[in-house]
Each structure stands twice: as C-alpha cells, then as structure tokens.
C-alpha cells in the first residue's frame, strides 16, 4: 500500500456507498481522531455498523481494519499541527499515569525497532561508514539532537566527520558543495519530515555519495534516496518527538562501528586520556576541588 490514505479515499470517493462515504466523509475531516478509534466506535460516530466499517478497510485494499487503522496513525504523525498533537495526547492519556505510558510506549517502540530494522543494511551502513572519506550527518529540528550525538562519536573515531547545521538553505549547500562519490552522507529525520534533509540527501545522492537515512517508515521522504536504509519507530508524545528507539538504533550503530575499528577507537581513546589526564578535563568522584 503505497499510496497515501487520503489519496487514495480522494480516488475512490465517487464510487462508495453512502455509508463508505459517511465513513470516509469523517476521516478526511477528523484524522486526528480516527486514527485512534475502534471499528466499533468509528461505525458509531458516523451512524454505520461495525462490519461496514470494515468493509470499507477491505475496499481500500487492507486486510482488515486495524491495518487502515496502522496507515491512519502513521500517515497522521507527518500531518497534525503542534496544537493537534497536544489535543491528541491529552485525549489518550486523560487520567492515565503518564511517566508508566510514556515509558512503556518507549519500550514498544525500541522492541518493535528491533523486529524492523534490516540486518543486512544496518551491516552495510556500518561498511560505509567505515569506508567514507568525509561523512556528513544531517538532521534538522528535534532530530538535530540525535545527529549531534552521533556526530559527537564518530568525530572520535574518524577524522573528517562533518556536521551540517541546521541552518538557512544556502549555507545548508554552502556546507556539502564539496561531496562526492568518495563520501558518505547520514540523513536523520522523523515525523515532521524536514525538507533541509531531503535536499541534502538529494544533492548527495546527485553527486555521487552514498547515503544511509535513519528515518520511520520506508515511505519517509528520505528513504528513496538511502542505499542503506534503518528504520526506527518514533511517535509524538504531545508536541514531544519520541526519539528514544532513534537514540538506541544509533547507539547500537556507534558501538558496531567501533568494533569495526577496534584498533583505531583503542589507539584514539589511549590518546585522549592522557589528553585529558594532562589537562585535567575531567573530574573524579568525591574530589571537590572546582
């Protein structure tokens, strides 16, 4: 199913049945409150029966309803405002323990990372990684973050990595004018998906580089462009992007990275901390002194 919902339901529309456009009528109207409705309480609302509303999800081609209900959700997270984020989440979590659901959602979303990523492109991410002669990373808005982190890392461990900010257009390009099919570009975005990171993959990719996108959804913007593509679940909490199964899914990409490199991380770190033992970077548990 590749096709947008709305897209689709715009398509189809004239050809419905009353009660399918009833149906269809609310969801383009009121997505943000579909998408978290039963069959059951959907038929409801709109005056149909619970099997027309699934009915309907078989006549877009789903198996079922909880799958329309999937592409709802997910569709959704890339269209509704700050304010509507905010009016969704305290619909969910009306009474509910919020520290108990946030966590355990976190939790569901770094398990069913797991169950999603590929394999085989996250090994190949890694081969790039290690074979690129400059890396760029770029990752706008709350995924700056995260690039940032990233960024911070493999800055120890190879010694052209760049972090492109996220700053006006032009400088955007003024930062990757230079790359090429020598280098490597790592694209991070999620749900609001940045169009700074699309252009800069898209350049990358027009000249040459190779790209590994970290994204959601194999539909993302950014995923066209990939030659490596890994896969994390996000999920808005509020107006809040949920980024601790991005976070973990890098972890785990800096940690297969430096076993790659063993020698070179090893050799690296031995010279930081007499760096830092030098210039007394850091300080010990229980020592005072400022």
């Known amino acids: ?42 038929g409801k609302t709109v005056g149909v029966s619970e099997s027309t509303v699934v009915r309907f999800a078989s ?11 999937k592409a709802l959700q997910e569709m959704m997270r890339s269209r509704l405002t700050a304010v509507q984020r905010i009016e969704v ?14 966590l355990n959602q976190d939790i569901d979303r770094i398990r069913r990372t797991l169950e999603e990523t590929s394999k085989e492109d ?3 991410a890694v ?35 760049k972090l492109v900010p996220s700053t ?20 991070i975005s999620f749900p ?5 990171t699309v252009k800069a993959l898209d350049f990358a990719k027009h000249n040459g580089a190779k790209v590994v996108a970290i994204t959601d959804s194999a539909s993302s913007p950014i995923a066209k462009y990939a030659d490596s593509l890994l896969l994390a679940r996000s999920d808005m909490a509020s107006f809040v992007d949920s980024l601790v199964a991005p976070l973990s899914l ?26 830092w033992d030098e210039y007394d970077v850091y300080t010990k548990s229980g020592d005072d002194s400022q």
């Open 127 to 161: 081969d790039r990684i290690t074979a690129a002669n400059t890396i760029y990373i770029v990752g706008t808005r709350s995924s700056a973050s995260i690039a940032a982190f990233l960024g911070y890392y493999l800055s120890l461990i190879f010694p052209r990595v």
């Open 59 to 69: 006549m877009l081609g789903y198996d079922g309803y909880p799958a329309l209900q």
């Open 192 to 196: 609001r998906y940045s169009k700074q």
């Open 1 to 42: 199913m590749n096709k947008d919902l709305f897209s689709l339901i715009g398509e189809k529309l004239p050809s419905f049945s009353k009660g399918h456009k009833l149906i269809a009528n609310y969801i383009l109207a009121h997505y943000d409150k579909a998408a978290f409705m039963t069959a059951q309480k959907l």
């Open 168 to 187: 006006t257009t032009s400088e955007l390009f003024e930062r990757i004018m230079h790359i090429d099919e020598r280098d490597l570009m790592i694209g």
């Open 250 to 275: 890098i972890n785990a990409l800096i940690v297969a990275v430096s076993i790659k490199n063993r020698d070179k991380v090893s050799e690296t770190f031995e010279r930081l901390e007499q760096v």
């Open 122 to 124: 996250f090994k190949s």
């Open 89 to 102: 989440t305290s619909d969910q979590m009306n009474g509910e323990d919020v520290l108990e659901r946030v």
